[in-house]
Each structure stands twice: as structure tokens, then as C-alpha cells.
């Protein structure tokens, strides 16, 4: 097997670009980049090792390197409904947090949407897996946007 670091860049260009129009950012695919680094290190970090491995075998090569940038076994942090969930991606979006998330409405619904456009690479049953790990009240991200 051949690695075309050209493909994964092409690749990962046009889903930046998707996920960016469906953020309603404009063109401003730094700040969607950020944001989708955030979700899915927050996501890292409320699931297990396990979990996210599996996760990933069914990332795209851009999508894997962006989840497991930074990544360590350190102890997972625990959080329990939306308001900690998005503090935690506030967190690992760091000094553009209040830029990037200027609300708990739009964070939400920034959260909601990549977990949508996320849909096209992962199976239904790794959705079931993920959900069966989350805090009571953050299933609905996943159930309400994926059982569909």
C-alpha cells in the first residue's frame, strides 16, 4: 500500500471546505479547522482507548491525523451533560476559545453539525458504540443526529 499524502490533502481540503459552508463560517476554514479539532479531541477525551481506536480504523487518513494529534493515556476526564462538554472543547480550543465558541446555542450547534458530516465516515453500529459511552445527557448528540 502506497501512501498519496497528495489524496489526503485533496481529501481533507474538500471536507474542510463542506464542513466549513456547513457551519455557515464563510470561507474561514481556519476557524472550522480549529473547531473540528476541538469537537474531536473533547469526543477523545469522554470515550475509551478502545473506543477510539475503533473510531478511527474508520477515519479517513485527515481525520485520524487530526484525532490523534496531542493525543496521550492520561486519565479521561469526566463529563456529565452538554455545559461540561463544551467547556472541555473550550479547553482544547485554547487561547481562540471565546472567538471560535462565543455561545453555548452556536457551540452546540457546531457540535451538532460535525457530528452529521461525521456520519458519512463511521458505521451505524460504531455510532451505537459511541453513544452506549456517553454521559446520559449527551447521547442525544449522537442519537439525534445519527439514527437516521
Same mark, same amino acid.
Given at each position: 500500500? %502506497?501512501? !498519496?499524502?497528495?489524496?489526503?490533502?485533496?481529501? $481533507? !481540503? %474538500?471536507?474542510?471546505?463542506? *464542513? #466549513?459552508?456547513?457551519?455557515? /463560517?464563510?470561507?474561514?476554514?481556519? @476557524?472550522?479547522? &480549529?473547531?473540528? #479539532?476541538?469537537? /474531536?479531541?473533547?469526543? &477523545?477525551?469522554?470515550?475509551?482507548?478502545?473506543?477510539?481506536?475503533?473510531?478511527?480504523?474508520?477515519?479517513?487518513?485527515?481525520?485520524? $491525523?487530526? *484525532?490523534?494529534?496531542?493525543?496521550? %493515556?492520561?486519565? @479521561?476526564?469526566?463529563?456529565?451533560?452538554?455545559?461540561?462538554?463544551?467547556?472541555?472543547? &473550550?479547553?482544547? !480550543?485554547?487561547?481562540?476559545?471565546?472567538?471560535?465558541?462565543?455561545?453555548?446555542?452556536? #457551540?452546540?450547534? *457546531?457540535?451538532?453539525?460535525?457530528?452529521?458530516?461525521?456520519?458519512?465516515?463511521?458505521?451505524?453500529?460504531?455510532?451505537?458504540?459511541? &453513544?452506549?459511552?456517553?454521559?446520559?445527557?449527551?447521547? %442525544?448528540?449522537? *442519537?439525534?443526529?445519527?439514527?437516521?
Amino acid at each position: 500500500m %502506497s501512501l !498519496n499524502f497528495n489524496q489526503f490533502a485533496a481529501e $481533507a !481540503n %474538500s471536507f474542510l471546505k463542506e *464542513y #466549513t459552508k456547513e457551519l455557515n /463560517l464563510k470561507n474561514d476554514t481556519d @476557524k472550522a479547522g &480549529r473547531i473540528l #479539532t476541538s469537537v /474531536l479531541h473533547g469526543l &477523545r477525551e469522554i470515550i475509551s482507548i478502545q473506543e477510539s481506536l475503533q473510531l478511527i480504523a474508520q477515519f479517513p487518513m485527515f481525520l485520524k $491525523a487530526v *484525532y490523534v494529534n496531542g493525543w496521550s %493515556s492520561h486519565k @479521561k476526564k469526566r463529563v456529565k451533560n452538554m455545559e461540561e462538554f463544551i467547556d472541555l472543547i &473550550r479547553d482544547f !480550543n485554547g487561547v481562540t476559545a471565546f472567538h471560535d465558541f462565543e455561545n453555548e446555542e452556536q #457551540t452546540e450547534n *457546531y457540535i451538532h453539525t460535525t457530528f452529521i458530516l461525521l456520519r458519512k465516515f463511521i458505521s451505524l453500529g460504531e455510532m451505537e458504540d459511541i &453513544r452506549s459511552e456517553l454521559p446520559k445527557d449527551l447521547k %442525544s448528540i449522537v *442519537y439525534h443526529n445519527f439514527m437516521f
